[in-house]
């Protein structure tokens, strides 16, 4: 009978002891020899080992001159593979669910995607508003909240080449359709920190939008919520958008967002 190992207790101590090494590198720019001996709690001729095998790897570097020694670039390359490979939607599926419980609104995730606005998730209540929507569909720019929160969060010559050209469809009358009064309110966006679609892409239906920031801090993606007017009222808007930003953070966080 094979005995599976216990893992909270299975370590290998030359793999921890690279890992100590690599964290008291990281705490400095450089370091001398017996400056890491010293952080580390092992003696000189130890820790040299241990730098001289991490730097064949490229995991620590050794200046030639100085012959300190400091975090290799093969540790950032593969630290921007990892932060690369997450994967936005099993990141924020547990905070829509938890928007989802909370409000009873449904819950939308969504990317630009060249120069589209494409839903990822949706998690819709139990009568939803939009019937039909759902991940792949696109969504508007100048009428959601989602590509608002995108647009203001944009640098504003790349909003308007989305955008353009001007006047824009009208959808309802509550639609913006010049760049003037979009550039106001994306202002008001930026103000708040979320955007509101206020029965501008349907009659009936209100929705409030954060963008999220990915590894490089740029909102590349956006998360909304959504629900006819008469739920969604202008005090409880600002309470979504509160929790929307909120959410927003924990998923950046997540995707490793600076800051």
Not at 111 to 119: A, G, P, S, W
Not at 125 to 146: C, F, I, M, Q, Y
Not at 186 to 198: H, K, L, N, Q, S
């Amino acid at each position: 009978m094979v005995r599976r190992a216990d893992t909270a207790n299975y370590s290998l101590e030359s793999i921890d002891r690279m890992a100590l090494i690599l964290g008291t590198l990281e705490e400095a720019a450089e370091r001398s020899l017996d400056q890491v001996a010293r952080a580390s709690g092992l003696n000189e001729s130890t820790a040299l080992r241990y730098l001289l095998s991490l730097a064949k790897h490229g995991l620590v570097e050794r200046d030639a001159v100085s012959g300190r020694f400091r975090l290799g670039l093969t540790l950032f390359r593969l630290g921007t593979r990892s932060i690369e490979y997450r994967d936005v939607i099993p990141l924020a599926v547990p905070v829509m669910e938890r928007l989802l419980a909370q409000f009873g609104e449904s819950v939308n995730l969504a990317t630009r995607q060249q120069d589209k606005v494409m839903l990822l998730k949706v998690l819709e209540n139990a009568t939803p508003t939009r019937k039909g929507a759902k991940a792949g569909e696109a969504d508007v720019w100048h009428g959601s909240s989602l590509g608002k929160a995108l647009l203001a969060a944009m640098p504003p010559d790349e909003a308007t080449g989305l955008l353009g050209p001007f006047p824009m469809p009208v959808f309802t009358p509550n639609t913006i359709v010049t760049l003037e009064d979009l550039t106001r309110e994306f202002e008001r966006t930026r103000e708040r920190g979320y955007a509101i679609d206020d029965e501008e892409s349907v009659e009936g239906l209100r929705c409030v939008g954060v963008a999220i920031r990915d590894h490089a801090g740029v909102s590349r993606y956006a998360m909304s919520v959504s629900g006819p007017k008469s739920r969604m009222t202008y005090q409880r808007t600002e309470e979504i958008g509160a929790a929307l930003i909120a959410g927003s953070r924990t998923i950046a966080k997540g995707l490793g967002a600076p800051g």
